[in-house]
């Protein structure tokens, strides 16, 4: 039979570690239950709509309807996941900007790094790293060719990482994506110059265009139109276009005879004056043509893109995502793009009513945008609109997924002052980990200044008893405490040592104020109810994991995180004191330096 107390149970296993992954493809379906594809959410008699964001199956929506899925009430309900199956492919937005490094790293012709050999050196010097030699990786001689060869893949996945070799393989993986090159190292073209016409989504320019920019100038052309548009223009001759030769191409550009480029343009260094003026004239012209040589970069190509690259250099690329490798699947390509998204369950999620208007939470609201993008963007295919058409749809659903992730990535500014993105429900102090975990902000935690005490030990700590009468430790009853636990139930919360609260099987409640209710608690405390028919049980053996929730006294142990640092190495463990008549934390002289 389901317990709603079963975390309270003893711990039978260990943890041992924890690692976090992307959820694959595979991942997400598992977790799922329905496959959300209305975007209607209510029906005209405010019941969920099968299909959409309220579907029934990820959970209740009121407190009395059960689940149908698990059959339970919202209490005891945990949420079930759907998943919104997207049309096309797009972009993680929380692994895009490291896919845009990727991509400006490779060639766009043979799929591989344009530094290739660079990539291939640091892949020797990481595995030495993990092999622990990071001297050797350093110099990386001889020496450290030989120990990688050594050094089996296998081997490196085995091992326990220390935070120095994690730290030294971050860098070396930063520094070699740092790398830059306007040409490819392996199959010798030049490189495709790219650009974000928004966050989620690359543009490149031309073969021609690209050469404009890294073959016919001693500085690329890019470089001076951008400085001079900020007014950093210099009379410097390194900044000065020597010559640049464009010729008209039917199959590369086209364009009007008003807006075409000339055939031959010089300019020369005659002074400053013509300088930047025959500088202004090409920029200019550089411009035009920049707009009508810029090609949308689909995800579906870039996918295809790093398959290939994946393929090529396989060793190099498995460092990228999880450096351990320690579970069954290895991260891939695939961890840069979203083919469906995870839509929690509903009790998280839940609508705000105020009187005879309802209020979608944020989240909800945000997943139907991406919906609604969705459908569109399948009615285009579906239609067979223009191309164009598509992808301007194609933009809409990866943006309204940006802003579902993080809405600082929005193009309007209303949403990313809203902050209602997942990234903004967790960061900073509002967010769920530092506003529930951490710092005064959490139950079960007290802050106050520290006294020097002569009379404690030194592994004891003074607790001040308007502190004791607020922190509590839920212990169980057992023929053992039974007595104990009671008097401390009758003394109630505002009398120590007394309690708080009590649970059993069914509920946890507060104390009544009524010293003659919390002696009838206290009297049932031992019994059992609906176990004494059963072979061989009696209320004796069986105390139906009643909990009380107990005030602080001397002997309990806490974790004391005090100045001058407040972080985790910093935290000391110590015995409780409860001193009557003190108003701040006592420690010893030898803990107050």
């Not at 009398?495 to 509920?507: E, R």
Request: with cysteine; proline share 5%.
């Amino acid at each position: 039979m389901f317990s709603s107390f079963w975390f309270l149970q003893g711990a039978s296993q260990v943890v041992k570690s924890v690692r976090f992954s992307f959820m694959t493809e595979q991942d997400v379906r598992n977790h799922s239950v329905l496959k959300v594809t209305n975007p209607v959410l209510l029906d005209t008699v405010e019941r969920p709509v099968p299909g959409g964001l309220y579907d029934p199956l990820m959970g209740p929506l009121d407190d009395k309807t059960p689940c149908k899925t698990c059959s339970r009430i919202s209490l005891f309900c945990p949420g079930h996941c759907g998943h919104i199956e997207l049309v096309y492919p797009i972009y993680h937005p929380l692994l895009f900007n490291l896919l845009y490094t990727f991509l400006q790293r490779t060639c766009f012709f043979c799929h591989h790094f344009m530094k290739w050999s660079e990539v291939d050196g640091c892949v020797s010097q990481l595995k030495v790293i993990i092999k622990g030699d990071i001297v050797a990786a350093k110099k990386f001689g001889s020496e450290a060719t030989e120990s990688s060869e050594e050094c089996e893949d296998s081997d490196i996945r085995k091992q326990r990482w220390t935070s120095f070799q994690f730290a030294e393989v971050t860098d070396l993986l930063k520094k070699t994506l740092g790398l830059k090159s306007w040409k490819c190292g392996y199959c010798g073209k030049k490189a495709v110059i790219l650009e974000k016409p928004m966050f989620g989504w690359v543009r490149k320019f031309s073969t021609l265009c690209s050469s404009l920019i890294s073959e016919s100038c001693a500085i690329p052309i890019y470089n001076i139109i951008s400085n001079q548009e900020e007014g950093k223009a210099t009379d410097n001759g390194d900044n000065v276009i020597r010559e640049i030769k464009v010729k008209n191409s039917e199959n590369i550009v086209e364009s009007d005879d008003d807006s075409a480029i000339d055939e031959q343009s010089e300019v020369e260094d005659e002074g400053a004056k013509k300088k930047r003026g025959k500088s202004s004239k090409a920029a200019k012209e550089f411009k035009e043509h920049k707009k009508k040589t810029k090609i949308n970069v689909l995800p579906s190509e870039v996918r295809e893109i790093l398959k290939d690259l994946w393929r090529n250099h396989p060793e190099f690329c498995s460092f990228i995502g999880d450096l351990w490798q320690s579970g069954s699947e290895k991260n891939d390509y695939s961890m840069f793009f979203l083919e469906s998204i995870l839509v929690p369950p509903t009790k998280f999620r839940p609508p705000t009513k105020g009187g005879d208007s309802v209020m979608e939470h944020p989240q909800t609201a945000g997943l139907n945008k991406v919906l609604e993008s969705n459908i569109a963007l399948g009615n285009a295919r579906t239609n067979q609109l223009e191309k164009s058409k598509i992808v301007s749809r194609w933009m809409d659903l990866q943006e309204s997924v940006n802003v579902l992730f993080d809405s600082k990535t929005s193009s309007v500014k209303s949403q990313r002052e809203q902050g209602t993105g997942i990234c903004q429900v967790l960061e900073k102090k509002e967010g769920l980990f530092r506003q529930n975990i951490m710092g005064k902000r959490v139950n079960h935690a007290c802050r106050s200044v520290i006294s020097p005490d002569p009379y404690i030990a030194v592994n004891d700590i003074g607790i001040p008893p308007c502190f004791a009468l607020k922190l509590t430790y839920p212990e169980r009853v057992t023929p053992w405490n039974v007595e104990k636990l009671r008097k401390a139930i009758i003394n109630g919360p505002d009398i120590h040592p007394g309690a708080t609260q009590y649970s059993d099987k069914v509920s946890t409640m507060k104390l009544p104020s009524s010293r003659k209710a919390r002696i009838a608690i206290a009297n049932k405390l031992f019994s059992s109810r609906g176990v004494t028919t059963k072979l061989g049980k009696t209320c004796d053996i069986d105390l139906e994991c009643k909990i009380v929730y107990r005030h602080m006294k001397d002997g309990d142990v806490v974790l004391v995180n005090r100045q001058p640092t407040l972080h985790k190495p910093s935290i000391m463990a110590h015995i409780v004191r409860v001193l009557k008549g003190e108003k701040t934390l006592r420690l010893h002289y030898a803990n107050c330096r």
